[in-house]
């Protein structure tokens, strides 16, 4: 019988909230609560939550569809957060088990902060919040730091950020900002990859690739190199196919079993010779991550690859996420018509996604945070896949990625495309000197999720 209950809070999908997941399974596992997690379950969670007998999902009911209907940003931004406080305060006040510690995800701030602050008050329960970046940060992407609501926010996040037991951050920069602007001080505690992440060995590779085959092999638009002649991707010489669906068909590129990156070989599995390099993005689709990037990127390494006399591979983009700006980006997608670069959009459930990213050759990172303060959860997870990284830069993301070490930051689409051909030149027979290397030491790092978070039981005995 376990005497503390904890309430993990998300304003949001919980399956795509890793850290919050990774934190519930280490409140159960090692510091031996009960764990209810209260949020909305559009995705599945990952497999050690899903089965965990002391951890209880909880759902937070939806906000009315009427609700985006409104007229005037200002006003939906208004009744949402009313209508969310009515719907939380059912679910905290009478639905849940009394808790002993709430730990609770910031942002969204409004109005999960204020809520919880008064939950812990009725119930004589600890506050800690994990501060992942600010409220008030993102929404002045869209409405600028001097809107009234803006200015409201960060009130309101400072406020009731200050009434909190204790706080976990999740960068050294964002530390010092909370002591110096706030009076607030929190335990840095950086995200690590939970212990399933790792290397995908060439059997998980090549089990992986055969069963999303048809999301990697299928065309985004006429001109998509799934239609090449040859093997798809294995050269960088495209003729042109009159019925190009009948053709491919013929050649196998839409057989279920077809993939372009691994064959069996008297029944065992290897990386195929010609292959093209795969790339995986992570991305919600959101304004703190700046997609023509990648888009112009492509554009740039297509014009080089076209000139390069066949020494530069063919590229598959995978971009996995789902988010708001994702269909107007496939569209761009499919307006460049590329030959050398091919881009698909995969979502993948929880227990795919690690296997994707131990497939791939390089990790590409578009976050640049909207205070600058904050490190991207999708960099820790290709780490600790094996995979190194291109990232955008910004103030504090050297916290993360060593430069030339674990992976490369750029500035612009330019120098991303330009580390593109610099990495690839010669694969996959013959890798840069540098990719070896940053792969190699990014394979050498020990983080690991479970024993950093020995650190903070203390906060939730």
Not at 330 to 339: G, P, S
Request: glycine fraction near 6%; include cysteine.
């Amino acid at each position: 019988m376990r005497n503390n209950t904890t309430w993990v809070v998300v304003l949001g999908d919980v399956g795509r909230s890793p850290r919050m997941q990774y934190h519930a399974v280490s409140l159960s596992e090692q510091a031996d609560n009960n764990v209810c997690v209260l949020g909305q379950h559009d995705t599945l969670p990952v497999k050690e939550v899903a089965v965990d007998p002391y951890i209880s999902l909880w759902s937070t009911p939806e906000t009315p569809a009427w609700v985006q209907r409104l007229p005037f940003l200002s006003c939906r931004l208004f009744v949402k957060a009313a209508v969310q406080i009515v719907l939380l305060c059912y679910c905290m006040f009478i639905k849940l088990p009394r808790p002993d510690t709430v730990l609770v995800q910031n942002p969204p701030a409004i109005p999960t902060l204020g809520l919880c602050v008064m939950v812990c008050w009725w119930h004589g329960a600890k506050l800690v919040i994990d501060w992942h970046n600010f409220g008030y940060t993102i929404m002045s992407l869209t409405m600028g730091r001097r809107h009234p609501l803006v200015v409201f926010a960060r009130w309101y996040e400072w406020f009731f950020g200050r009434q909190a037991t204790s706080h976990l951050c999740v960068s050294k920069a964002m530390q010092l900002f909370l002591q110096a602007e706030w009076g607030i001080t929190a335990t840095v505690f950086y995200d690590t990859p939970p212990t399933w992440f790792h290397k995908a060995d060439l059997h998980e590779q090549h089990e992986l690739c055969t069963r999303i085959a048809a999301d990697l092999n299928a065309p985004m638009h006429d001109d998509d190199p799934a239609y090449h002649v040859t093997s798809p991707y294995s050269q960088h010489h495209f003729d042109t196919v009159q019925d190009k669906p009948k053709h491919a068909e013929a050649n196998g590129l839409l057989r279920a079993d077809f993939n372009v990156f691994t064959q069996l070989v008297e029944g065992k599995p290897q990386l195929k010779p010609l292959r093209p390099a795969l790339l995986v993005s992570s991305t919600s689709w959101t304004m703190d991550e700046d997609f023509g990037i990648l888009l112009q990127a492509a554009l740039q390494y297509e014009q080089m690859a076209t000139s390069s006399n066949g020494s530069l591979p063919g590229l598959v983009i995978a971009v996995t996420g789902k988010g708001p700006q994702k269909g107007m980006y496939e569209e761009k997608m499919q307006q460049l018509r590329l030959h050398h670069v091919a881009f698909r959009t995969l979502w993948l459930e929880a227990s795919d996604y690690p296997l994707l990213l131990g497939s791939a050759d390089l990790g590409v990172c578009l976050h640049t945070s909207s205070s600058g303060l904050d490190l991207p959860m999708k960099v820790v997870d290709m780490f600790g896949c094996g995979l190194p990284v291109c990232a955008a830069s910004y103030d504090c993301i050297d916290e993360l990625v060593k430069e030339g070490q674990t992976g490369l930051l750029f500035d612009s689409y330019q120098q991303l495309a330009d580390q593109w051909v610099a990495l690839f030149q010669g694969f996959p027979k013959n890798p840069s000197r540098q990719l070896l290397h940053m792969q190699q030491q990014v394979q050498q790092r020990k983080d690991n999720w479970s024993a950093s978070w020995e650190q903070l039981i203390h906060i939730f005995a």
